[in-house]
């Protein structure tokens, strides 16, 4: 069935740090891509999306590439900050559904220190 | 404008009550969902509604789950004789299209925490 994998946290950063927060995903047909932060104390919000193979998307320093060849989707950020600490779930719509409903991860809990 | 709004943020039950979770979503959003998170888990999908009707409710975990949307705006979830399993984190989002288009974004409420003694 549809699943979507990440790599488990927590992951601990030094400010400035380069982050990578895996994931994959297992879909038929050609699903649309998200990322979600869910900042402490706050609601799920949108971090990016892409919507066809190849598309790159991107927001708040933030970037993630729709590989179809290896069904990835890995968040990537250059210099994290302090105020980057959240957690990140990964998830897609199936693309082929009569209705798309979020399939996600279990979530990458990330702490940036000082 | 105001976002996807849920209450109550907090909700302890003892085992067996009835609970009544309510959501607002962001007016005029047709769509609209529910999730459940389970502790240090990603959300699940429970429902859909596009509008009034209920199009899919496959994620429902049981008949003691309902949800309704009579209006095609405000939504309640019902969870009848709850038990300790049903404790989690419940979202409502919502979507201002069809779930049918493809990348269409769904906003999320806080959630309500609900715990079940």
């Known amino acids: 069935g549809d699943s979507v994998t990440q790599m488990e946290g927590p992951v601990t950063l030094s400010e400035e740090a380069f982050l990578t927060i895996n994931c994959t995903y297992t879909?038929?047909?050609?699903?649309?891509l998200f990322w979600y932060v869910q900042y402490p104390g706050e609601g799920l919000q949108l971090l990016l999306k892409?919507?066809?193979?190849?598309d790159k998307g991107s927001n708040k320093g933030f970037e993630a590439t729709y590989r179809k060849e290896t069904t990835s989707f890995h968040l990537e950020k250059g210099s994290v900050q302090v105020s980057d600490s959240a957690v990140y779930f990964c998830?897609?719509?199936?693309?082929?559904?009569?209705?798309?409903?979020?399939?996600f991860g279990g979530g990458t809990r990330v702490l940036v220190k000082p | 404008g105001a976002g996807v709004s849920q209450s109550p943020r907090y909700k302890v039950a003892k085992r067996g009550q009835d609970v009544a979770l309510r959501c607002d979503p962001i007016?005029?959003?047709?769509?609209l969902f529910w999730y459940q998170q389970a502790l240090g888990q990603g959300p699940e999908f429970l429902t859909y509604?596009?509008?009034?009707?209920?199009?899919?409710k496959s994620g429902l975990p049981s008949d003691r789950f309902f949800a309704e949307r009579p209006e095609g705006s405000v939504s309640t979830l019902k969870i009848q004789r709850t038990q300790q399993e049903d404790s989690a984190v419940y979202l409502c989002?919502?979507?201002?299209?069809?779930?049918?288009?493809?990348?269409?974004?769904?906003?999320f409420g806080p959630g309500t925490r609900l715990t079940v003694l």
């Open positions: 998830a897609f719509y199936p693309g082929e559904a009569a209705v798309n409903k979020l399939t």
């Open positions: 989002a919502s979507s201002s299209i069809p779930s049918t288009v493809l990348g269409n974004e769904q906003f």
């Open positions: 892409a919507t066809k193979a190849d």
């Open positions: 509604f596009q509008n009034e009707a209920q199009l899919d």
């Open positions: 007016s005029g959003h047709v769509s």
């Open positions: 879909a038929t047909g050609y699903p649309s």
